[in-house]
């Protein structure tokens, strides 16, 4: 730990946490020492829990705590549709708005050449076996990227041939926002992303 101390240490590790600066590491660190040694080892529990306990979902890559995660697992979901996600906290935030009831397959990232992404980089294995199980839609819900566009594509000239329908999420001019704001990307996907009323 060096010179620096115990304290000093843990703000240094905090600050390994994305979104987390120094004011923010000293904070949680001033809140942690005050706490009982009982709550700050539960903490560190879950901690060791999270790295220990939980695995990769073997057809979604979803955290599972064992080889299926509750989502794959859950006979109540729709098993004829999957939405493909960039990464877990995207799936994490469609199913907080508890409007899907399909299944997921989650990419772990999307292709960037300039990041040695390639299509072998992303998490594919088993995905087009799953979509000759009775899959009738894959959901494309990749960012609205040059990276997640060149992804989502890649993914369409994937799936179309296996005579799956693909389609792409809906993007565009968030609520509360005047027209006069969103930039042109933003525009042109509103346009695209239309629907009748």
Aim: proline share 4%; with cysteine; glycine share 8%.
């Amino acid at each position: 730990m060096g010179s620096k101390g115990v304290f000093y240490h843990l703000i240094d590790q905090l600050m390994e946490l994305p979104g987390i600066g120094r004011k923010t590491a000293q904070r949680l660190s001033f809140h942690l020492l005050k706490m009982s040694p009982g709550e700050a080892k539960r903490i560190a529990q879950a901690i060791v829990d999270v790295k220990e306990k939980l695995f990769s979902c073997e057809l979604c890559n979803n955290i599972a705590e064992g080889s299926l995660c509750n989502i794959c697992a859950d006979p109540k979901r729709e098993k004829n549709r999957i939405l493909v996600v960039e990464e877990l906290s995207t799936l994490f935030a469609i199913e907080h708005t508890a409007s899907y009831r399909g299944l997921y397959h989650v990419l772990l990232g999307t292709l960037s050449p300039s990041l040695g992404m390639n299509p072998a980089e992303l998490a594919l294995k088993g995905f087009l076996k799953r979509l000759e199980k009775g899959i009738e839609e894959v959901i494309l819900a990749t960012n609205p990227t040059m990276d997640g566009e060149a992804t989502a594509i890649y993914l369409g000239r994937l799936i179309k041939p296996l005579g799956v329908r693909v389609s792409r999420i809906a993007m565009g001019i968030p609520v509360g926002v005047d027209l006069e704001y969103a930039d042109e990307v933003t525009l042109m996907k509103s346009l695209e992303g239309r629907r009748e009323i």
